[in-house]
């Protein structure tokens, strides 16, 4: 998978921690999205990014907090973030996020986080 | 508001048998239907999509699903199963060809056993 690569692919950190992830995409795509995917739980949407603007956010704590400084790279630094947090974050990119028949969407193998 | 229900956590078949995925949504327009697979330690990739024309659909991996109007459904389904299709599959909807409307199911772990 060189399409879309996420550093680190593991991440444990204390509530008092800041960290950041960071997601990179390879494929010319100018939108970027970060996910939530908990155990049997429904992938949860947390930000979008076309053209290095954010477009959606969906009701994400501010203790998570993104970063597109180019269509090619996209963060999510983290902070004081709690044990539920814990979960594999998801980047994933597109051609574009609203533009029809470019609706596919690549994803990166995660970061798999855990909040002590 | 739009919904998709994917209602089995867990689906075991024996390889060579035949599969299915249920997934049931819920859209108050026309809806474009996904299935993702995700393997181990691996992100999800697209599979295959319905957008509009013939309510059957084919993929990658020789999956294919069925659009039913009626019955709100897109089953997803493999004439024979293959152990290597042992992953957890994802079904999404969205009322709009947008990549940003795009709402996941809960997945369904797919096991194949030899």
């Known amino acids: 998978e060189t399409g879309v690569t996420q550093t680190p692919r593991h991440l444990v950190m204390g509530m008092t921690n800041k960290k950041s992830l960071k997601c990179e995409q390879h494929?010319?795509?100018?939108?970027m999205y970060w996910y939530k995917q908990s155990a049997k739980k429904p992938l949860e949407l947390m930000f979008v990014?076309?053209?290095?603007?954010?477009?959606e956010n969906n009701s994400v704590p501010s203790r998570f907090s993104p970063e597109c400084p180019n269509s090619s790279h996209l963060f999510l630094h983290l902070h004081t973030l709690q044990p539920e947090d814990s979960a594999l974050y998801l980047c994933?990119?597109?051609?574009?996020?609203?533009?029809?028949?470019?609706?596919?969407?690549?994803f990166g193998p995660g970061t798999r986080l855990t909040v002590l | 508001a739009q919904s998709v229900a994917q209602p089995e956590d867990q689906v075991n078949v024996a390889e060579g048998n035949p599969l299915t995925v249920k997934c049931t949504y819920s859209v108050s327009g026309n809806p474009y239907l996904f299935w993702y697979v995700q393997y181990p330690n691996r992100g999800l990739q697209f599979l295959l999509k319905y957008i509009t024309g013939d309510n059957l659909v084919k993929g990658s991996y020789g999956f294919e699903a069925e659009f039913n109007k009626s019955q709100t459904s897109f089953h997803l389904k493999k004439p024979s199963a293959l152990v290597s299709d042992s992953a957890l599959y994802f079904c999404?909807?969205?009322?709009?060809?947008?990549?940003?409307?795009?709402?996941f199911g809960s997945g369904t772990r797919l096991s194949i056993r030899p």
């Open positions: 990014y076309s053209l290095e603007e954010r477009v």
């Open positions: 999404a909807v969205s009322l709009y060809s947008s990549a940003s409307k795009i709402i």
């Open positions: 494929l010319g795509h100018n939108a």
């Open positions: 994933a990119s597109s051609q574009e996020a609203d533009v029809p028949n470019a609706d596919t969407q690549y």
